[in-house]
């Protein structure tokens, strides 16, 4: 798993078994895109519902919204986007690629060693003298031949307007918080919440990155779940850790390893937070960060009062106390979080006949099919039809008679199917099956009648 050529062989079977495409891949492609197919958009979807179901329906005082895409201007302004949410660029003055200064630092310090260096801490300056002292070369061409670094921002423009004199400038959001903070009003009115309360968000967001790259770890257009928690400034302490504890707890129960996992305090702070952390994950490529916890103070609901001229204040109905909330922030990638789940999941299991066999460990409520049914010889399909409609009811099941059934325990290994129902003459006779486990292999006898809530107690679902 610490291989890096197990990120090559891990896009190769997402192509392959239909988890993830490139995107517009009939013309060539469109860099830094990728399309989720038949297998991908399940086990994505059952990341979702399990992200929800711990931080919405699990959640006390907890409540979801589903926010535009596209908003208003000024909500960039107030957030602070439209002015710096930007990254260092440089250019290669050689080859005319584009690279971001932190990351070329970053990379070259991976490389030779050098651990513990704050370089979210460094001025551009600092970064510049950094790069031309350790003449740290450009990875697509090797000159170190560099302009300037600049600050690049990464929000996606485009127009609003319907004639061609008239059209405003608009953004396609870069987060999704921004969404839940503009309807902090309207969802305390309508939910009658009493702060502290959280609001939640999955949604599309769209960066101009300049290095994206490692598969989905970081492209243009990306998923994120969002929790934004809002509390009283003496509680913000506590909420954080709290988060900070349910951000790891939520990534253990998705079947990411502890051993794995690692909380890492960002060095440099922005001016209004108290503190932040990135929970960070062991990819292919090294540590890196999975997702983010900050304590923002009441920075952004301050910020939208001042611009938007609503008042954020929150009257306590036990102290009579007037406040503007502070706010702990939780923000996930939901593709990046897929990424560490299909590094984690992948397997080569060298079997006693000397053959290898690629697993998928998913958890049985994150695998994208939990069950597959085949029947043994193609003259028994019929009886296995019925199975298998018995089973499409109560669970994401799959049918394959095609091949031998060596192959297609395979191919359901590859896809991580916790389960496979074989058919056999057994089937007619004495209305059994046999269902055999992914992890150990081992088959079960089991009766017809007894399947479905034998797969619910195996699946723990
Ligand atoms: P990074 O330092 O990796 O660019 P960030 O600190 O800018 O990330 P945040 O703005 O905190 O990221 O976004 C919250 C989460 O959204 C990240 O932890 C990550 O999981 C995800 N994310 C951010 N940018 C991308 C991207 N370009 N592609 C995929 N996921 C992303």
Redesign the pocket.
Known sequence: MEKLENLDKIVNLCKGRGFIFQGSEIYGGMGNTWDYGPIGIELKNNVKRAWWKKFVQEADNSFGVDAAILMNSRVWDASGHTASFS?PKMDCKNCKTRHRADNLIEDYNKKHGVENMAV?AMSNEEMQAYITEHQIKCPNCGKCDWTEIKNFNLMFSTKRGVTDSNQDVIYLR??TAQGEFVNFLNVQRTTRAKVPFGIAQIGK?F?N?IT?GNF?????????M?HQFFCHEKDGEKYYNEYKQKAWDFATSVGLKPEHLRFKDHDKLAFYAKAAC?LQYLFPMGW?????I?NRTNHDLSRHQEFSGKSMLYLDPITNERYVPNDIEY???????ILALLCEAYDEELLENGETRIVMHFAPHIAPYKVAVLPLQKNLSEKAREVFKKLQTKFMATYDEAGSIGKRYRRQDEIGTPYCVTIDFDSLEKDTVTVRDRDTMKQDIVKIDELVDYLQQKLGL
């Not at 923000?331 to 979080?337: H, N, T």
């Open positions: 990254d979210d870069p987060e967001a960066r990155e994206p989905i770890f970081r492209t243009i257009e990306f998923e994120q969002e990135d890196n960060e999975l997702n983010g900050h923000s996930i990638g939901c593709d990046r979080l």
